[in-house]
Nanobody, 124 residues
Framework: QVQLVESGGGLVQAGDSLRLSCAAS????????RSWFRQAPGKEREFVAG????????EVPDSVMGRFTISKDNANNAVYLQMDTLKPEDTATYFC?????????????????WGHGTQVTVSS
């Protein structure tokens, strides 16, 4: 099994930045692509960034392109989400996910492991 723990969420004002971290432990040699999703109350879980195992390939949707950047540190089994120019509509619980495949997939059901989430609230 793999355990994922997110950190770095909080309450910020519009225009501010936050950096989320996701630490992995356990059988980390079984996970490859890592991604971030978010879910706002009453909405479906939404893909916001993904990165391949070697970090060479990343993907972000148009909704956050130019504002969110994903990176990773394989030595520490960590993945990060740098969020800049935050907007009130970015308010959500942010989840870290890990796949046993090295394909970055925007569908949540493709990921075998999930963290418990960290809350990001952006005030206007």
């Amino acid at each position: 099994q793999v355990q994922l723990v997110e950190s770095g969420g909080g309450l910020v004002q519009a225009g501010d930045s936050l950096r989320l971290s996701c630490a992995a432990s356990g059988r980390t040699f079984t996970i490859y692509a890592r991604s971030w999703f978010r879910q706002a109350p009453g909405k479906e879980r939404e893909f916001v960034a993904g990165i391949s195992w070697n970090g060479r390939h990343t993907e972000v949707p148009d909704s956050v392109m130019g504002r969110f950047t994903i990176s990773k540190d394989n030595a520490n089994n960590a993945v990060y989400l740098q969020m800049d120019t935050l907007k009130p509509e970015d308010t959500a619980t942010y989840f870290c996910a890990a796949s046993t495949s090295d394909t970055i997939d925007i569908s949540a059901d493709r990921y075998a492991y999930w963290g418990h989430g960290t809350q990001v609230t952006v005030s206007s």
